[in-house]
Nanobody, 123 residues
Framework: VQLQASGGGLVQAGGSLRLSCATSGRTFSTYTVGWFRQAPGKERELAAAIRRGDSFTYYQESVKGRFTIARDNGKNTVYLQMNSLKPEDTAVYYC?????????????????WGQGTQVTVSS
């Protein structure tokens, strides 16, 4: 599975960005998809995820109420809508996918990774 992440950029605090994770040749709805982020000097963390099958969603506590993850199965794309962005959201964002249905989205091993897209939020 090849993933293509896009949509990063530079935005002022309080602004919005929408990230896209697209794949081709596969039915993306059969994959659990996560958006990870890694800030300089920090470990990679799962920001949000959407489960295969029932589209159950997970959000890291720091992004709840500001980020929304959603699928467009017709376009084989998963989006991460990021609103009310803060400087601490600055990171490289990666999308990743797993064919597994899991009750723990943070604990899931994601087998397929896209390239990162940089998100920079200025204060």
């Amino acid at each position: 599975v090849q993933l293509q992440a896009s949509g990063g950029g530079l935005v002022q605090a309080g602004g919005s960005l929408r990230l896209s994770c697209a794949t081709s040749g596969r039915t993306f709805s059969t994959y659990t998809v996560g958006w990870f982020r890694q800030a300089p000097g920090k470990e990679r963390e799962l920001a949000a995820a959407i489960r295969r099958g029932d589209s159950f969603t997970y959000y890291q506590e720091s992004v709840k109420g500001r980020f929304t993850i959603a699928r467009d199965n017709g376009k084989n794309t998963v989006y991460l809508q990021m609103n009310s962005l803060k400087p601490e959201d600055t990171a490289v964002y990666y999308c990743a996918a797993s064919p597994v249905f899991s009750t723990s989205l943070p604990g899931l091993r994601y087998d397929y990774w896209g390239q990162g897209t940089q998100v920079t939020v200025s204060s």
